[in-house]
């Protein structure tokens, strides 16, 4: 098993900053890729943003060029810097670690941007 931990939500202002963190625990040999989706009122849960083993990212295409992706394979953390937040951005982001045979969740946690 896998245990994801994400922390840094909170409520922001349009056109500011947060970074995410999600850090992984337990069986975390054999994870293929890390990445964070999320899942605002009423929509299905969307990717935001992976990172892979080589380091190749991919990104939502309302999220590119304002949110990046990156790793620190020494602590088994995977980050989201979310910059240019914007309203459409609210949602609970929940990390996400792959292996060949399943997916792994964390609980989330809350992003609000007001206008």
């Known amino acids: 098993q896998v245990q994801l931990v994400e922390s840094g939500g909170g409520l922001v202002q349009a056109g500011n900053s947060l970074r995410l963190s999600c850090a992984a625990s337990g069986s975390i040999s054999g994870i293929r890729a890390m990445g964070w989706y999320r899942q605002a009122p009423g929509k299905q849960r969307e990717l935001v943003a992976r990172i892979g083993d080589g380091e190749n990212t991919d990104y939502a295409d309302s999220v590119k060029g304002r949110f990046t992706i990156s790793r620190h394979n020494a602590k088994n953390t995977v980050y989201l810097q979310m910059n240019s937040l914007k309203p459409e951005d609210t949602a609970v982001y929940y990390c996400?670690?792959?292996?060949?045979?399943?997916?792994?969740w964390g609980r989330g946690t809350q992003v609000t941007v007001s206008s």
């Open positions: 996400n670690a792959r292996k060949v045979y399943g997916d792994y």
